[in-house]
Every structure is written in structure tokens, then in C-alpha cells.
């Protein structure tokens, strides 16, 4: 029973077999028991082995199959100072590390970017995708990220490589020079782009990220309806063709009030027209002429607008019978200077046949004045 008891008391068989989809460290429980010498360490395929004796990085082991002897642990003997003889027991720890793929983990932009395009101006626009991330430096990647933490996950590192994706995203997107409306065509380009950029400053964390994807670049919900319809009135064309067939294509419904109205216009029209062809006595003429309509009259010229100069200041400007007005209440008279657009320099009212009118019908001054 004392043996049995002394065999409890050291580990022989050392492996990891891990049943989760998250986890990226995993530490050995031991219990306090000893490692036996010669005892096997098994090594699966997407897996490291990383030995921590006495609080300092010791032997990192890859996939096979180990037996834990001198031979195989050379940092771990240098440490101790063991001999070739050592057979005793031993106490170190023990991390396991998944160095497979961890896929599908998210990023996106939590604020908009804000990018210069060529055609539209400053614009904000917003990126997200996904990406995979591996462990590539075990050793590394213990002293850096994981510490002491029995059981690491992907979940506790990918919050700051979503950082350092969204920073270099930023300033990728911002330098790029890619028209938005061509960003969509560039996904796969600015991806890869990104994740080299990233990749020097990922590998400190003993990372590396091998694939970084952009599924989406959108724009503010205002832009983009500003985009739809502008789409829709190229694809629509002749504005005023479309706005005529409209209103034909409405007409002709049967049973619609447009098409009603528009079945009696043409008949009164049609009524109209044979009346005034058949003639006094009801003889069509050989060649009916079609009536002409008389050209709309010319639009009426703008009215100008006349600046007044007194004792070296200006008002204005006044309109032709605003300045009537003012020859009434004895503001403005002939010698008064006045100027208008298109006028070379400042002239006395009454020497301008259209304000020297004004004088000719201006009423009288008021009894007792």
C-alpha cells in the first residue's frame, strides 16, 4: 500500500486532448504531484508543450512523442545543473498551446472613417469582415500574452488584435485612393494589405494572422440614398419622355379618371376640328391647314435698379417708382447723382431720359407748402 501510495504521487503520462473550439492555452494539473523522470509527454499535431520551472521559460516541445529525460530537456538541465545520473523526480509546469488555426473571429469599425474621395468629397465610411489568427511563437506568446493564466482564450487576445486591425484599417482605407463606389471591387486587395501591414507588430504577440477578409464598406444611410437616386435617374434617362409616358400609361387604365377626363377631351377636340373643316356648307377643303398658334409674347426686361449719391454717401438702390416717391417728399431732383449696372460712372438724374421723366410728371408741391 506504500508503494502504491509513492506511485500516486508522480505523474507519467503527460497529454492534452481538447474538446473546446476557443481555447489557446491550457496548463497541465498536476495537483502538486511530481513529474516522474522518463516520463512521456505526448504531443499532438497542433500542439506545443511549453515547461515553466521555477517561474522562468524552460523547454518548448512540438508534436511527438517525448520522454522526459536530460537529453530532452536542455534548458530545463542547464537551469538545474543536472547531471547525466538525474533520475529523480521533478516539479515544473506545464502549458499546452493550440497552435491551429482559430477562424471566423469578427472586427468591424466602431466609428466611421473618414476618407477623401475623388468624386463625392470628404466621406464617412464603415468596414467589417472576419479573420484567423495562430499561435506561431509558443514561447513568445506565453512571456507576452498569456503570463500565469491557467486557460487562455481566443476571446482575451482578439479584443486587441481587433485594435490593431481597426488602426492600420483606418489608415489604409484613408491612403488608399480608391474611389468608393470602386472599394467594393477592392476588398480582397486592401485585406491583404492590411494583414501585411499588420503582421510585424502581430508577430510581437508570438501571432500571426493568415487570413483577414472585408466583407462589407458602407456608406452613411444619407449618402447611399443619395446614390439610389442618382442610379435611378440614369437608368430612367429623358426625364421629360418618362414623365410623358407616366401620365400616358395612367390615361390609358380603363376606368380611371385621367383616362375619362382624357376620352372626353378628345372627342370635344375631335367634334371641334371636323366642325371648322367641313366649311360654311359643310364642303371639307381639299387641303385642311392645321391652325397656328400665335408665338408667347417676349418676356418683360428686368427692371434696373438705380444707387444715389449725396454728400459723399450712397443709398440704394431704388426702383424707378421708388425714386418718384422720393422726388415727391423733395429727396431726390435733377442734379442728383445716380448710378446703375452697366453705367459708366456716377451721372445727374435729370441728364438720363428715363429718370428725366420722372420730373416732367412729378404733381406739384401741396397747397401751402
Given at each position: 500500500?506504500?508503494?502504491?501510495?509513492l506511485?500516486?504521487?508522480?505523474?507519467?503520462?503527460?497529454?492534452?486532448?481538447d474538446?473546446?473550439?476557443?481555447t489557446?492555452?491550457w496548463?497541465?494539473?498536476?495537483?502538486?504531484?511530481?513529474?516522474?523522470?522518463?516520463?512521456?509527454?505526448?504531443?499532438?499535431?497542433?500542439?506545443?508543450?511549453?515547461?515553466?520551472?521555477?517561474?522562468?521559460?524552460?523547454?518548448?516541445?512540438?508534436?511527438?512523442?517525448?520522454?522526459?529525460?536530460?537529453?530532452?530537456?536542455?534548458?530545463m538541465t542547464?537551469?538545474?545543473?543536472?547531471?547525466?545520473?538525474?533520475?529523480?523526480?521533478?516539479?515544473?509546469?506545464?502549458?499546452?498551446?493550440?497552435?491551429?488555426?482559430?477562424?471566423?473571429?469578427?472586427?468591424?469599425?466602431?466609428?466611421?472613417?473618414?476618407?477623401?474621395?475623388?468624386?463625392?468629397?470628404?466621406?464617412?465610411?464603415?468596414?467589417?469582415?472576419?479573420?484567423?489568427?495562430?499561435?506561431?511563437?509558443?514561447?513568445?506568446?506565453?512571456?507576452?500574452i498569456v503570463?500565469?493564466?491557467?486557460?487562455?482564450t481566443?476571446?482575451e487576445?482578439?479584443?486587441?488584435?481587433?485594435?490593431?486591425?481597426?488602426?492600420?484599417?483606418s489608415?489604409?482605407?484613408?491612403?488608399?485612393?480608391?474611389?468608393?463606389l470602386?472599394?467594393?471591387a477592392?476588398?480582397?486587395?486592401?485585406?491583404k494589405?492590411?494583414?501585411?501591414?499588420?503582421?510585424?507588430?502581430?508577430?510581437?504577440?508570438?501571432?500571426?494572422?493568415p487570413?483577414?477578409?472585408?466583407?462589407?464598406i458602407?456608406?452613411?444611410?444619407?449618402?447611399?440614398?443619395?446614390?439610389?437616386?442618382r442610379?435611378?435617374?440614369g437608368?430612367?434617362?429623358?426625364?421629360?419622355?418618362?414623365?410623358?409616358?407616366?401620365?400616358a400609361?395612367?390615361?390609358?387604365?380603363?376606368?380611371?379618371?385621367?383616362?375619362?377626363?382624357?376620352?372626353?377631351?378628345?372627342?370635344?377636340?375631335?367634334?371641334?376640328?371636323m366642325?371648322?373643316?367641313?366649311?360654311p356648307?359643310?364642303?371639307?377643303?381639299a387641303?385642311?391647314?392645321?391652325?397656328?398658334?400665335?408665338?408667347?409674347?417676349?418676356?418683360?426686361?428686368?427692371?434696373?435698379?438705380?444707387?444715389?449719391?449725396?454728400?459723399?454717401?450712397?443709398?440704394g438702390?431704388?426702383?424707378?417708382s421708388?425714386l418718384?416717391?422720393?422726388?415727391?417728399?423733395?429727396?431726390?431732383?435733377?442734379?442728383?447723382?445716380?448710378?446703375?449696372?452697366?453705367?459708366?460712372?456716377?451721372?445727374?438724374?435729370?441728364?438720363?431720359?428715363?429718370?428725366?421723366?420722372?420730373?416732367?410728371?412729378?404733381?406739384?408741391?401741396?397747397?401751402?407748402?
Open positions: 500500500m506504500v508503494f502504491d501510495f506511485k500516486g504521487q508522480f505523474i507519467d503520462v503527460i497529454a492534452w486532448t474538446d473546446t473550439r476557443d489557446m492555452v496548463r497541465f494539473e498536476r495537483h502538486g504531484n511530481e513529474i516522474k523522470y522518463g516520463a512521456k509527454l505526448t504531443v499532438r499535431e497542433g500542439q506545443a508543450a511549453v515547461f515553466i520551472h521555477e517561474g522562468q521559460l524552460a523547454d518548448v516541445f512540438g508534436p511527438g512523442l517525448y520522454m522526459l529525460e536530460t537529453n530532452n530537456m536542455p534548458v542547464s537551469l538545474q545543473n543536472w547531471d547525466h545520473g538525474f533520475q529523480s523526480p521533478f516539479k515544473s509546469e506545464i502549458y499546452f498551446i493550440n497552435t491551429t488555426r482559430f477562424n471566423d473571429l469578427k472586427w468591424g469599425t466602431k466609428n466611421p472613417i473618414m476618407t477623401r474621395d475623388p468624386e463625392f468629397g470628404p466621406v464617412r465610411i464603415r468596414a467589417f469582415g472576419t479573420y484567423s489568427m495562430r499561435v506561431t511563437d509558443p514561447a513568445r506568446f506565453m512571456t507576452e503570463g500565469t493564466d491557467g486557460e487562455f481566443a476571446d487576445i482578439s479584443y486587441q488584435i481587433r485594435n490593431v486591425i481597426l488602426q492600420e484599417m489608415r489604409a482605407l484613408a491612403a488608399s485612393q480608391i474611389p468608393v470602386d472599394m467594393a477592392n476588398t480582397a486587395d486592401l485585406g494589405l492590411v494583414a501585411t501591414a499588420i503582421n510585424p507588430q502581430i508577430a510581437e504577440y508570438g501571432l500571426s494572422l487570413e483577414l477578409y472585408i466583407e462589407n458602407s456608406l452613411p444611410e444619407a449618402v447611399e440614398a443619395a446614390m439610389d437616386k442610379t435611378s435617374m437608368v430612367v434617362g429623358d426625364l421629360d419622355r418618362y414623365m410623358k409616358f407616366n401620365a400609361e395612367s390615361m390609358s387604365q380603363p376606368g380611371s379618371a385621367a383616362g375619362a377626363a382624357m376620352g372626353a377631351g378628345m372627342g370635344a377636340g375631335i367634334g371641334m376640328g366642325a371648322q373643316s367641313m366649311g356648307w359643310g364642303a371639307v377643303p387641303q385642311a391647314q392645321p391652325a397656328q398658334m400665335p408665338p408667347p409674347p417676349p418676356p418683360p426686361a428686368p427692371e434696373k435698379l438705380w444707387h444715389t449719391a449725396k454728400n459723399g454717401t450712397t443709398a438702390p431704388f426702383s424707378r421708388h418718384g416717391r422720393m422726388i415727391t417728399e423733395g429727396s431726390f431732383a435733377r442734379d442728383t447723382l445716380v448710378w446703375t449696372a452697366g453705367q459708366d460712372g456716377w451721372t445727374a438724374a435729370g441728364e438720363i431720359s428715363e429718370l428725366a421723366q420722372l420730373f416732367t410728371v412729378a404733381p406739384p408741391p401741396p397747397p401751402g407748402a
